[in-house]
C-alpha cells in the first residue's frame, strides 16, 4: 500500500518563505508530485520530482529525498493568493495516485 | 481548449436514487479517474481506466459503476445513493507518459 503524512495547516506571514513537508511510504515508488487547491476550486498541477534533488519553478520549489521518503514544497515571497491547500501525491502506476490528506496554508498580511 | 468538463456542479439526491456524474476531456488523454475529497481525507481514487474500454476499481470502488466507451467520455454512476456518498467528485485526466493530471471543477453531490 501507499501513505502519505503531511501536516494539516500551516500559516505564514505574506512576503516571507514556507515549507509544506511530506513523508511517504510506498510499495514501488515513481517520484512525488505536488498540487494546489484553492477553496473551492480544483486541484492544480504545480511540479513533480522523479529525482533526488530541487527543482524550482518561480516562488515555487519542490525537493526530493528517495533515501529517506521525504520531499517538500518551498513557497517563497508568499503572496495572499497562495493561501491555499497543498497535496502531495504519489502515482503507482497508471492512474493509482495516491494523495496525501492536504496541507491549508493560510498566508496572513 | 475546454480541458476536463464535469456536469452537473451540484446535485441533491434522495437516498436509493442513482444518477451518473459526467466527464468529458479534449485533450486526448489516455488515463481517466474519478476521485471523492472528503474533509479531512484528501482525494481518494473511485475507478479509473487507461484508455477505451478498459476500466479497473480504485480506493473506494463500492456503489459506483463506470465505463469509458470513448476516449472522450468517463461517466461515474451512482447505483443506489446513500448518504455516505455525499461530498465533492473530481474527474481527472493525464497523458499517458505524463505525470501533470489535469482535474474537473468538481460535482458536489449531497445525498439526503
Known amino acids: 500500500g501507499q501513505s502519505l503524512e503531511q501536516p494539516s495547516e500551516v500559516t505564514a506571514v505574506e512576503g516571507a518563505i514556507v515549507q509544506i513537508n511530506c513523508t511517504y511510504q510506498?510499495?514501488?515508488?515513481?517520484?512525488l508530485s505536488w498540487y494546489q487547491q484553492h477553496d473551492g476550486g480544483a486541484p492544480t498541477f504545480l511540479s513533480y520530482n522523479a529525482l533526488d534533488g530541487l527543482e524550482e519553478t518561480g516562488r515555487f520549489s519542490s525537493f526530493l529525498s528517495r533515501s529517506d521518503s521525504y520531499g517538500y514544497l518551498l513557497l517563497q515571497e508568499l503572496q495572499m493568493k497562495d493561501s491555499a491547500s497543498y497535496f502531495c501525491a504519489v502515482p503507482g502506476g497508471y492512474q493509482k495516485v495516491t494523495f496525501g490528506i492536504g496541507t491549508k496554508l493560510q498566508v496572513i498580511p | 481548449n475546454a480541458g476536463v468538463t464535469q456536469t452537473p456542479k451540484f446535485q441533491v439526491l434522495k437516498t436509493g436514487q442513482s444518477m451518473t456524474l459526467q466527464c468529458a476531456q479534449d485533450m486526448n488523454h489516455e488515463y481517466m479517474s474519478w476521485y471523492r475529497q472528503d474533509p479531512g481525507m484528501g482525494l481518494r481514487l473511485i475507478h479509473y481506466?487507461?484508455?477505451?474500454?478498459?476500466?479497473d476499481q480504485g480506493e473506494v470502488p463500492n456503489g459506483y459503476n463506470v465505463s469509458r466507451s470513448t476516449t472522450e467520455d468517463f461517466p461515474l454512476r451512482l447505483l443506489s445513493a446513500a448518504p455516505s456518498q455525499t461530498s465533492v467528485y473530481f474527474c481527472a485526466s493525464r497523458e499517458q507518459g505524463n505525470t501533470e493530471a489535469f482535474f474537473g471543477q468538481g460535482t458536489r453531490l449531497t445525498v439526503v
Open positions: 481506466s487507461v484508455g477505451a474500454g478498459i476500466t
Open positions: 510506498t510499495s514501488g515508488f515513481y517520484g
